[in-house]
């Protein structure tokens, strides 16, 4: 036992774990806890998807390919835990998100050497970039579930992205598609100030 009562070897809660299997802190620079979800939205949320929405994966791949609501909600689920953070400075742990794991989408499109950065689209006009490489990793994902209720039309359901080692104006709500690229090619936020890589462990925030 130490002074707080707590025999030293008990396993920490998950809130308490204070770095990244990496090293670096979990809560990155000048972020803030909430447990609340705030939504943050430059649109007004759209009502429900548009009837002929479709998934499209276009550009820089071997094989460019759409699918209906349907054929997308038969591809394989996976089930995650991460951190959301906003450039606006709050961050909320520990969220639960089903749905696609990235990788299922990129092993169809089989992007071509020429692909370096990606245009993640909503069917409202919203638009942000990543680099290939940022998309292309362990924890990325297009989400349909939240702590396991249907993601909220508020917060891009039925369908977002999710890039959670990004700011999360990287993950775009309300997805359609994603466009791979040659070259870079700023989104909605990054062309209006937002920073266009937007690493939170760097508070690569505005420019
Ligand atoms: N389509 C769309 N996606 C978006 C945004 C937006 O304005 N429109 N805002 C981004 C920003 S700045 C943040 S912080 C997160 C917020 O997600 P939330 O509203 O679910 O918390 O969505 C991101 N994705
Ligand atoms: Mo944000």
Known sequence: MNLFGKKSSEKKSSEEVDKRPDGLDRLPAGQYLTKKWPVL?????PTGMPS????????????PFELNWEEFLALPRTTMTSDFHCVTSWSR???TWEGVHIREILQRARPLPTAQFVLARSWTGY????????LDDDDVMIVLKHDGQPLEPDHGGPVRLLVPK???????KWLDGLEFLEKDH???????????????WQEERYW
């Not at 700023?186 to 939170?200: A, D, V």
Request: aromatic share 18%; net charge positive; hydrophobic share 20%.
């Open 52 to 63: 002929d929405w479709k998934f499209k994966v276009t550009g820089q791949v071997e094989h």
């Open 41 to 45: 939205s430059y649109e007004r949320t």
């Open 93 to 95: 742990y520990d969220n």
């Open 127 to 134: 638009t942000t970039n990543l680099p290939l490489q940022k």
């Open 186 to 200: 700023p989104g909605f936020w990054e062309q209006r100030g937002y920073h266009n890589r937007g690493n939170p």
């Open 166 to 172: 990004l700011y999360a104006y990287k993950s775009a």
